[in-house]
Nanobody, 129 residues
Framework: QVHLVESGGGSVQPGGSLRLSCRVS????????VTWFRQAPGQGREAVAI????????SYAASAERRFIISQNNAAKTVYLQMNSLNVEDTAMYYC??????????????????????WGQGTQVTVSS
């Protein structure tokens, strides 16, 4: 049973930065995809970025490219989301989700929340002046 715990959210002014963490426990950190999602009030859950535990393959949604960086520390079983140049549209609850097993790199399966069995409780990010 994979257990995920997010941390690092908070309030920041436009243009600022935050780093979110997703700690993985209950399972070996291998053959695992970890994806960051976000959900703004009144909106659906949106995939932001994904990383694969073995080798570190990554992919980003258009909203995150050139501003966000996903990374991992395998020894710490932690996935990070460095968010830069934040704007008010980035305000949301941010969740990490995990998929264990083999999936295709480069296809769009990872955008769909129903693909994931394991979810964290979320961490709130608020961008305002």
């Amino acid at each position: 049973q994979v257990h995920l715990v997010e941390s690092g959210g908070g309030s920041v002014q436009p243009g600022g930065s935050l780093r979110l963490s997703c700690r993985v426990s209950g399972s070996a950190f291998s053959a695992m995809f970890v994806t960051w999602f976000r959900q703004a009030p009144g909106q659906g859950r949106e995939a932001v970025a994904i990383i694969y535990s073995d080798g570190g393959w990554t992919s980003y949604a258009a909203s995150a490219e050139r501003r966000f960086i996903i990374s991992q520390n395998n020894a710490a079983k932690t996935v990070y989301l460095q968010m830069n140049s934040l704007n008010v549209e980035d305000t949301a609850m941010y969740y990490c989700a995990a998929y264990q097993g083999l999936r295709s790199f480069g296809s769009s399966w990872w955008y769909h929340q129903n693909e994931y069995r394991y979810w964290g409780q979320g961490t709130q990010v608020t961008v305002s002046s």
